[in-house]
């Protein structure tokens, strides 16, 4: 079963309002979460690396106060989209990993984001 | 030049077929080799994984790492229907993964 849950798996919202995209890891504790946005035939772009307890990592080019990220606890992270905007729509895609596992990712089953 | 490189396809198959699918890295860094399987709409889900060179074998799934070449491949035999999907490489070196962009599969039946 799914290691990793992400919800919503589908949202449609209007421009300007933002939206949260949660994830959760089900059986075991991870203090690091990867985000990753996916456009159609290509492949993941990692966005943020969300740290449990401090502040996320951003890759060049992403815009930290337009993708708020939040790891309250061993077993949660959220992503805002804050202001979005019809650009902003993709394919959002969350992973975690066991700690002291260095081969394996879990990921969430995505959530299609579509701003109108 | 991109981490990793990967041919998008699409690749088409009739059932039955072998299929071969393969990246090219740059960074002799990596270790670790994943295949995951992603469905449309759906999170990739890790298929296989190798750490340094060699073959590995899951079913009807074999990968092998070719550090020297810096290729990797994951090879279906008696492919099915249900194997439609695309195929992303991955790499590991450290806490970050790199991804090919994916080779979409069609089997057909």
């Known amino acids: 079963g799914a290691v990793v849950s992400q919800h919503p798996s589908r949202v449609i919202c209007k421009s300007g309002t933002s939206v949260k995209i949660e994830c959760r890891s089900l059986d075991f504790q991870a203090t690091t979460m990867f985000w990753y946005r996916q456009f159609p035939k290509q492949s993941l772009m990692l966005m943020a690396t969300?740290?449990?307890?401090?502040?996320?990592?951003?890759e060049q080019g992403v815009e930290k106060d337009k993708f708020l990220i939040n790891h309250a606890s061993l077993t949660l992270s959220t992503l805002t989209v804050t202001s979005a905007h019809p650009e902003d729509s993709s394919f959002y895609i969350c992973?975690?990993?066991?700690?002291?596992?260095?081969?394996?990712?879990?990921f969430g089953q995505g959530t299609r984001l579509t701003v109108v | 030049q991109k981490e990793v490189e990967q041919d998008p396809g699409p690749l088409s198959v009739p059932e039955g077929a072998i299929v071969s699918l393969n990246c090219t890295y740059s960074?002799?860094?990596?270790?670790?080799f994943m295949w995951y399987r992603q469905y449309s709409r759906k999170g990739p889900e890790l298929l296989m994984y190798?750490?340094?060179?060699g073959n590995k074998e899951d079913g009807r799934f074999t990968a092998q790492v070719d550090k020297s070449s810096k290729y990797i491949s994951l090879f279906i035999r008696d492919s099915q229907p249900s194997d439609s999907a695309t195929y992303l490489c991955?790499?590991?070196?450290?806490?970050?993964?790199?991804f090919g962009t994916g080779t979409s599969l069609t089997v057909i039946p």
């Open positions: 992973s975690a990993r066991r700690p002291g596992w260095d081969t394996e990712a879990f």
């Open positions: 969300s740290n449990e307890g401090s502040k996320a990592t951003y």
């Open positions: 960074n002799s860094a990596f270790q670790y």
């Open positions: 991955a790499m590991s070196a450290g806490n970050q993964f790199y």
């Open positions: 190798t750490y340094s060179s």
